[in-house]
Every structure is written in structure tokens, then in C-alpha cells.
């Protein structure tokens, strides 16, 4: 019934600027965290930002001053802008929320499906 879906990934040589995007739908009654993550070619998952609820944000040290998160709670999507980007930022990037569907019980987590970013020199 949810679903988070992501778009805004590409190609981009090595300064320039993307935006994704990731909007959760299907009934849902709230949202707390959202957050991004990215696994580079060979690498581990790592994650990139978060923002809560409440719109506090946290960013790994190799995006800060780079990278900006900030979500519209009132369409449910979660935001990633990415400025000066470098080649080591070439991964896939997924969206990840925890919410609370209408119907369920309690809170469940979700992920999109994943948007390339490539960064070329």
C-alpha cells in the first residue's frame, strides 16, 4: 500500500548541482524521520543525511557544506540537494522513512528503489 518513489538522479559532471526528490504514498498516517542513504561501486550503504519530524538535520562529514536535506511534510516528500558535486559521490541513493500507516499497528520502516548519480571529472 506505501510506497516511496525517487527521482532526480543522473548524470552530472564534477561541480555541478542535482536534486532528488523522494515522495511517500498510499495512505499513511504519519511520518517521522527521513533520511538518505548511497552505496558507491565496492562500497558499503552509508548514510548521506536525516531530518526528523521536527526538521533537525544530521550530514555525513563528506557531504557538509555540500549537501542539503529539508522535506514538505505536507506532500510527503523528503528533498536532497546536492551542490559541488565531486566523483567520489558517484552511488545509487535511496530514500528511507519511517511512518505510520493508516491501517497498520505501529511504526514500519520503508525504502525506495534506489536513483543513480553519476559524477564524471
Known amino acids: 500500500q506505501v510506497q516511496l518513489v525517487e527521482s532526480g538522479g543522473g548524470l552530472v559532471q564534477a561541480g555541478g548541482s542535482l536534486r532528488l526528490s523522494c515522495t511517500a504514498s498510499?495512505?499513511?498516517?504519519?511520518?517521522?524521520?527521513m533520511a538518505w542513504y548511497r552505496r558507491g561501486p565496492g562500497k558499503q550503504r552509508e548514510l548521506v543525511a536525516a531530518i526528523t519530524s521536527g526538521g533537525s538535520t544530521t550530514y555525513a562529514d563528506s557531504v557538509k557544506g555540500r549537501f542539503t536535506i529539508f522535506r514538505d511534510n505536507a506532500k510527503n516528500t523528503v528533498y536532497l540537494r546536492m551542490n559541488s558535486l565531486k566523483p567520489e559521490d558517484t552511488a545509487v541513493y535511496y530514500c528511507?522513512?519511517?511512518?505510520?500507516?493508516?491501517?497498520?499497528?505501529?511504526?514500519?520502516?520503508?525504502w525506495g528503489q534506489g536513483t543513480q548519480v553519476t559524477v564524471s571529472s
Open positions: 498510499g495512505s499513511i498516517f504519519k511520518i517521522n524521520d
Open positions: 528511507n522513512a519511517e511512518l505510520w500507516p493508516t491501517f497498520g499497528a505501529t511504526w514500519s520502516n520503508y
